[in-house]
């Protein structure tokens, strides 16, 4: 009884501790299951990303923002060069600590200015079904142990993504 009694308060001490704390429930137990949460987002969505190319066509990077911190993951699907401009179709898996989901995207890649614009709309997740807007640079070198080399050394990728929730455009 008694070891019953001291587990019982030492559990109520860790989540007091948790509450006082405000750690999120993704840290304190996971990443959650988000599919239906659509209605918490209000407005805007906005991710903050930095990827790079790990071994062509797969990516990797991390996230933060809305989504909460964590990882990005990614597959070119297909990818037309030219010296001036890439028109890249991709999908973005992005895995925050407390929100995550995939969209497909389409990016025209200006390769004489470094930037990029991305246009696509959100596969699964809570925000399934609305449109994805961003930018990114590119960033050369960028310092990143295992991104795929380039011309001139390692490529990293800097950008944000926006999701308005329930617009149009």
């Given at each position: 009884m008694k070891t019953i009694r001291n587990r019982t308060l030492f559990a109520s001490f860790v989540i007091?501790?948790?509450?006082?704390?405000?750690?999120?429930?993704?840290l304190a137990g996971g990443q959650r299951d988000t599919s239906g949460d659509k209605g918490r987002f209000r407005g805007r969505v906005e991710v903050i990303f930095t990827k790079w190319i790990t071994n062509f066509p797969n990516m990797a990077g991390l996230v933060s923002g809305d989504v909460g911190g964590g990882t990005?993951?990614?597959?070119?699907?297909?990818?037309?060069?030219?010296p001036a401009v890439d028109k890249i179709e991709a999908l973005y898996h992005i895995n925050g600590g407390a929100y995550h989901f995939t969209a497909h995207n389409f990016i025209t890649q200006n390769n004489l200015k470094g930037t990029a614009v991305i246009n696509g709309v959100v596969l699964d997740g809570p925000l399934r079904g609305e449109r994805v807007h961003g930018e990114y640079q590119v960033i050369n070198p960028c310092g990143v142990i295992n991104a795929q080399n380039g011309s001139a050394g390692d490529?990293?990728?800097q950008g944000t993504l926006i999701?308005?929730?329930g617009s149009e455009d």
């Open positions: 007091a501790i948790l509450l006082l704390l405000n750690i999120s429930p993704a990005f993951a990614g597959e070119i699907l297909n990818d037309d060069h030219t490529v990293c990728f999701i308005r929730v």
